[in-house]
């Protein structure tokens, strides 16, 4: 599933898990009305990460599985599951091809949430083709805007971190490269009927501390890239973000796109 290979997020499931922005509860509404979730479909989370939106879904469908290929991810979901005791879920670590091998199930929704891109796409779909129900569908889920204007705040943040980890952005082992073709072309060469959705701007409010941790939570900014400079890194940042913004705050708008692969009964 993931073609840059194994340990793509080593040692960030603990900052993903705190720091990662949760997703707006219009993408929950929009996808509970748009596949008519009533606490009787099973949902397939893939990419799912520490499983902070796989179990927003809990009370929604009838079953829930996460699937991730980074174990570390997959502990820190078992781990949070335990805590809420929210819906039937099941974790696993893996890939997609692994779980469909062992279970013959099918999914009314299947949710791609900021994952995609690291996917053999074609192959995926592909794969969940047949694994998703008449009138079912794939939402992949993602607030990477291309065109968005960056904040003064972004700048400063990207040129620092630019500064420290390099201009190439690593990705594990390699060099992560953004895909040529769009996710709705990917889509739109698949066996789905394509729908592409954005829902309304919101906010997030940012500190200092939760730039750091969700830096920390991604592919190209693991601590291990630092080596012996945290310190130094952390310290120049912080100093240029406060001159910045004294109050520590930092607002970011953000809008969420859905793009729909549907199913056609």
């Not at 005791?85 to 949430?113: D, P, S, T």
């Not at 945290?230 to 796109?257: C, P, Q």
Request: aromatic share 12%; with cysteine.
């Amino acid at each position: 599933m993931n073609k840059y290979g194994q340990d793509l997020f080593k040692g960030s499931a603990i900052y993903y898990s705190k720091y990662r922005p949760m997703y707006p509860s219009s993408l929950i509404r929009f996808l509970v009305e748009k596949f008519s979730l009533n606490g009787e479909q099973n949902l397939l989370d893939l990419g799912c990460g520490t499983g902070q939106l796989t179990m927003r879904f809990s009370d929604w469908c009838n079953k829930i599985v996460g699937i991730d290929t980074e174990p570390e991810m997959i502990n820190e979901a078992k781990r949070l599951h335990q805590e809420v005791r929210m819906g039937q879920i099941h974790w696993f670590n893996g890939k997609l091809e692994q779980y469909k091998a062992q279970h013959n199930e099918q999914f009314n929704l299947v949710i791609i949430a900021k994952a995609f891109h690291w996917m053999d796409r074609p192959k995926v779909l592909d794969e969940l083709f047949n694994m998703v129900t008449d009138g079912g569908g794939v939402a992949i889920i993602d607030n990477y805007d291309p065109n968005q204007s960056l904040t003064e705040w972004q700048e400063k943040t990207n040129e620092i971190i630019e500064k420290w980890y390099g201009k190439d952005r690593r990705a594990g082992k390699a060099t992560y490269t953004h895909p040529i073709m769009s996710h709705e072309e990917v889509l739109s060469n698949s066996k789905f009927n394509v729908e592409i959705h954005n829902l309304p701007t919101y906010e997030i409010t940012w500190t200092i501390e939760s730039i750091l941790g969700n830096l920390y939570s991604t592919s190209y900014g693991s601590k291990l890239f630092l080596g012996n400079n945290i310190e130094l890194f952390e310290r120049e940042l912080r100093e240029a973000l406060l001159d910045i913004s004294n109050s520590g705050e930092f607002k970011e708008k953000l809008t969420l796109s859905v793009k729909l692969g549907i199913k056609n009964c």
